[in-house]
C-alpha cells in the first residue's frame, strides 16, 4: 500500500461497523477521497477529533485499489463554532454537500476548495448572516465548476442587458433573458441581479463584505437555488435542501 499526504475537509461521513466510519475528504492534492477512518468512534481513539464534519486536516492516508485508510491527521480547523448555531450548521452543511455533488475523485479545484474553505471560515467565525455567506458561497460555486450565470448579457441573444428596464432568470438558459427572446424564466429582481454582479468580482477572502436586505437576499437565493437544481438535478441532496432553506 502507497501512503499519501493530504490536505482535506471532510465533507461527509457515515458510521460503519461498531467502531469506524467512512470519510469523503475534499482534498486539495486529489479532489475527492472516500477512505475509511478505523475505530475512529472509541471515546479515547487518535482519530475521533480527524472524522468528525467539516474538519480540516492534514490526512495521511494508505491506498489500496480505490479507497483509502487513515492512518494519522494533524487537524488544522475543526470549526467547531458551526455546532453551537442551527443556521450556520444547515447553511454549512449545504455547502459541503454542494461540494460532495459536485467534486470527482482525482479531480482536484484549488479554486472551490478555497472558497469552501472560507466559507466555513466565515460561517463559524464571523457575525455575518448565514444567508449573505450561503449567496456568495452559491454563485461562486457555480462559476467554480463552469457554471457561472450569465448576469450582463441575455443568455440567448448575447445583447448587453444591462440598461434594460425588464429582464427574466431562466436557469435553463443560462442567466438573464431578455424580453424579446424566449425564456420560461421568472421576472428578474435588478437589485438582486446587481448584487450577484457585483458578489462574483469578491475575492474568497471578501465574502465576508456581503450584506443584502432581506428581501433582496430571497431573490438572490431563489434564482441561484434554480441554478443549482438546473446543474445538479432536482433529486440531489443539495438542493433538497436549499429548498427547505427557502421555506
Do not use: W
Amino acid at each position: 500500500m502507497a501512503a499519501e499526504t493530504l490536505n482535506g475537509i471532510v465533507i461527509g461521513c457515515t458510521d460503519y461497523r461498531d467502531n469506524d466510519r467512512m470519510l469523503t475528504l475534499f482534498t486539495t492534492e486529489r479532489g475527492r477521497v472516500d477512505c475509511k477512518a478505523r475505530n475512529c468512534r472509541k471515546p479515547t481513539a487518535p482519530l475521533l477529533a480527524c472524522a468528525q464534519p467539516f474538519v480540516f486536516g492534514e490526512y495521511t492516508v494508505f491506498f489500496s485499489k480505490e479507497r483509502g485508510t487513515v492512518d494519522s491527521c494533524e487537524v488544522k480547523e475543526s470549526f467547531f463554532a458551526l455546532r453551537e448555531d442551527a443556521d450556520r450548521f444547515f447553511a454549512a452543511s449545504l455547502a459541503v454537500r454542494c461540494c460532495l455533488s459536485a467534486i470527482e475523485p482525482d479531480t482536484p479545484n484549488e479554486p472551490l476548495f478555497s472558497l469552501l474553505y472560507h466559507t466555513l471560515s466565515f460561517l463559524a467565525y464571523s457575525e455575518q448572516d448565514p444567508k449573505d455567506l450561503l449567496c456568495g458561497f452559491l454563485i461562486h460555486f457555480l462559476d467554480r465548476i463552469g457554471y457561472r450565470p450569465m448576469l450582463t448579457h441575455c443568455a440567448v441573444c448575447r445583447r448587453d442587458v444591462r440598461a434594460d428596464a425588464v429582464l427574466f432568470y431562466s436557469a435553463e438558459a443560462g442567466g438573464v433573458v431578455c424580453v424579446a427572446c424566449p425564456h420560461g424564466g421568472e421576472p428578474a429582481n435588478r437589485t438582486a441581479l446587481e448584487a450577484m454582479r457585483r458578489m462574483l468580482l469578491l475575492s474568497d477572502r471578501e465574502l465576508s463584505k456581503i450584506r443584502m436586505p432581506a428581501h433582496v437576499q430571497k431573490a438572490v437565493l431563489s434564482m441561484l437555488t434554480a441554478s443549482v437544481r438546473e446543474v445538479l438535478g432536482a433529486q440531489d441532496r443539495a438542493v433538497k435542501m436549499l429548498e427547505q432553506f427557502l421555506s
